[in-house]
Nanobody, 115 residues
Framework: QVQLVESGGGLVQAGGSLRLSCAAS????????MGWYRQNPGNQRELVGA???????HYGESVKGRFTLSRDGRKNIIYLQMTNLKPEDTAVYYC?????????WGRGTQVTVSF
């Protein structure tokens, strides 16, 4: 069974940086698409960005130019480098992976950006 494990969340001041990691275990194939979403209580889950095995990336409008995705496709590991963080980036960040009709989610990691 595929499991996603996130790491790297925490507390940072506005303008600072954090790097999140997500590793997918239990898959003997490369996940075609992996990415990150974020959510605050009472709000819908929002796409942060996604990356394909080809390296193609897509970002949500609110993070373009500040966040960068990368991946080690052979190991199904992705990284989210977040820079120039803003208080509105505060959320629980969830790793996701998709393969065909199947999608998988991590448990989430908290990112808090203070003023």
């Amino acid at each position: 069974q595929v499991q996603l494990v996130e790491s790297g969340g925490g507390l940072v001041q506005a303008g600072g940086s954090l790097r999140l990691s997500c590793a997918a275990s239990g898959a003997d194939f490369a996940m075609p698409l992996m990415g990150w979403y974020r959510q605050n209580p009472g709000n819908q889950r929002e796409l942060v960005g996604a990356i394909a095995t080809s390296g193609y990336t897509h970002y949500g409008e609110s993070v373009k130019g500040r966040f960068t995705l990368s991946r080690d496709g052979r190991k199904n590991i992705i990284y989210l480098q977040m820079t120039n963080l803003k208080p509105e980036d505060t959320a629980v960040y969830y790793c996701s992976a998709e393969r065909g009709d199947d999608d998988y989610w991590g448990r989430g990691t908290q990112v808090t950006v203070s003023f």
